[in-house]
T-cell receptor, first 118, second 110 residues
């Protein structure tokens, strides 16, 4: 199946710094990518839908200035957590859908990125 | 809005036991239904899917049937293995947007 890769897989940063997480579709093009946040023993919470070449669509309650999303190419979306604080510590997961597929097509998930803010 | 309700966990079984994880959904129209599996420290992997009523998805011994009349998509496996220990998520997709259940943690003991 298709591969989505996230980098870094884990990162530790100091409070107040910014952290960038990359999500790449390795063998397919993805017009749309999705960013989720997962708390321990909880489900995935959709944060935003990342659209190539346009602004991301954020879910209600997600601060767009806090979580900057850029989808500059058909194979790369980035999530930047700005001025990170300990409460931003979480497991962040991206997913992508093959642009050639339909809306019912398979979503491919990255391995996840664990952010710990000290 | 759309929602997915999964059987609460955790579920602990002995090896070779029969597994059922219940999943029901609420959605407008006709969503596609999915089961994903997440192993510790990893992202989600698609386990199986069904895109219309009465479809049966199957993979690695797991099965689930899309039941429109009961709005359910229960996951079953006849004989679980230790390697099946993971968190299982039921999900639906409608109009390109996915909604996930809360996940059910399965632990299989030898």
């Amino acid at each position: 199946g298709a591969v989505v890769s996230q980098h870094p897989s884990w990162v530790i940063c100091k409070s107040g710094t910014s952290v960038k997480i990359e999500c790449r579709s390795l063998d397919f093009q993805a017009t749309t990518m999705f960013w989720y946040r997962q708390f321990p023993k909880q489900s995935l919470m959709l944060m935003a839908t990342s659209n190539e070449g346009s602004k991301a669509t954020y879910e209600q309650g997600v601060e767009k200035d806090k979580f900057l999303i850029n989808h500059a190419s058909l194979t790369l979306s980035t999530l930047t957590v700005t001025s990170a604080h300990p409460e931003d510590s979480s497991f962040y997961i991206c997913s992508a859908r093959d642009s050639a597929g339909s809306n019912t097509g398979e979503l491919f998930f990255g391995e996840g990125s664990r952010l710990t803010v000290l | 809005g759309n929602s997915v309700t999964q059987m609460e966990g955790p579920v602990t079984l002995s090896e070779e036991a029969f597994l059922t994880i219940n999943c029901t959904y609420t959605a407008t129209g006709y969503p596609s239904l999915f089961w994903y599996v997440q192993y510790p420290g990893e992202g989600l992997q698609l386990l199986l899917k069904a895109t219309k009523a009465d479809d049966k998805g199957s993979n690695k011994g797991f099965e689930a049937t899309y039941r429109k009349e009961t709005t359910s998509f229960h996951l079953e496996k006849g004989s679980v293995q230790v390697s099946d220990s993971a968190v299982y998520f039921c999900a639906l997709r409608r109009a390109g947007k996915s909604t996930f259940g809360d996940g059910t943690t399965l632990t299989v003991k030898p």
